[in-house]
């Protein structure tokens, strides 16, 4: 069983702060997606990266994939009250389309 | 496009009850997926259906759940009878194929609670 363990688990920060949220594993994923879930609905595909050391940015959100494929970060710049939700992150292997979800960090931001 | 439509979205039972719930996933979407959410957790995949067909239920409880895609559209997922360790939101995902990077969309859920 492949596990993703969040750090850290819950986080309570203020506008404008920044943060970095960590996702890691023993195993080699070939890609890993971010999601961001807020309550009552169901969580939503924030990016996909695949190749180890790749880096994207989506507007404050910029996500990196470690160089072994067993690791990711999400780091969120000057965060908004927007930003709060569970992000969590899922790893897939091989082709298979199965997803392998991580514990979840709650995140929220106050004014 | 509509997104994948789950109901009831609420759900409360006493232990042993039975109960089910339905998933519509997106219009020609071949994958559907059915996960169980525990409060706090991240969710765990329970089956995968491609077409009308069981890709993977490794992790499905057979037992005492029981899922079907028949026309290979919607389906439903069963639990009788329910336990007091089955209170989670239960979620539906669908996908265009199941391969490659295909990305998941997600219902909001049935949020179960075992009396």
């Known amino acids: 069983t492949q596990l993703l363990e969040q750090s850290p688990q819950f986080l309570s920060i203020q506008e404008g702060e920044n943060l970095t949220v960590y996702c890691n594993s023993s195993?080699?994923?070939?890609?890993l997606q971010w999601y961001r879930q807020e309550p009552g609905e169901g969580p939503v595909l924030l990016v996909t990266?695949?190749?180890?050391?790749e880096v994207k940015k989506l507007k404050r959100l910029t996500f990196q994939f470690g160089d072994a494929r067993k690791d990711s970060s999400l780091h969120i710049t000057a965060a908004q009250p927007g930003d709060t939700g569970l992000y969590l992150c899922?790893?897939?292997?091989?082709?298979?389309?199965?997803?392998?979800f991580g514990t979840g960090t709650r995140l929220q931001v106050t004014l | 496009e509509a997104g994948v439509a789950q109901s009831p979205r609420y759900k409360i039972i006493e232990k042993r009850q039975s109960v089910a719930f339905w998933c519509n996933p997106i219009?020609?979407?071949?994958?559907l997926y059915w996960y169980q959410q525990i409060l706090g957790q991240g969710p765990k995949l329970l089956i995968q259906?491609?077409?009308?067909?069981?890709?993977?239920d490794s992790q499905l409880p057979k037992d005492r759940f029981s899922a079907e895609r028949l026309k290979g559209v919607d389906s439903t997922l069963k639990i009788q009878p329910a336990k007091l360790e089955d209170s989670a939101v239960y979620l539906c995902?669908?996908?265009?194929?199941?391969?490659?990077?295909?990305?998941?969309?997600f219902g909001d859920g049935t949020r179960l609670s075992i009396l």
């Open positions: 219009s020609g979407h071949a994958t």
């Open positions: 995902a669908s996908s265009r194929t199941g391969t490659d990077n295909q990305p998941q969309h």
């Open positions: 899922a790893g897939r292997t091989g082709t298979a389309s199965k997803l392998t």
């Open positions: 259906f491609q077409n009308n067909g069981v890709v993977d």
């Open positions: 195993s080699v994923f070939s890609s």
């Open positions: 990266v695949v190749t180890g050391g």
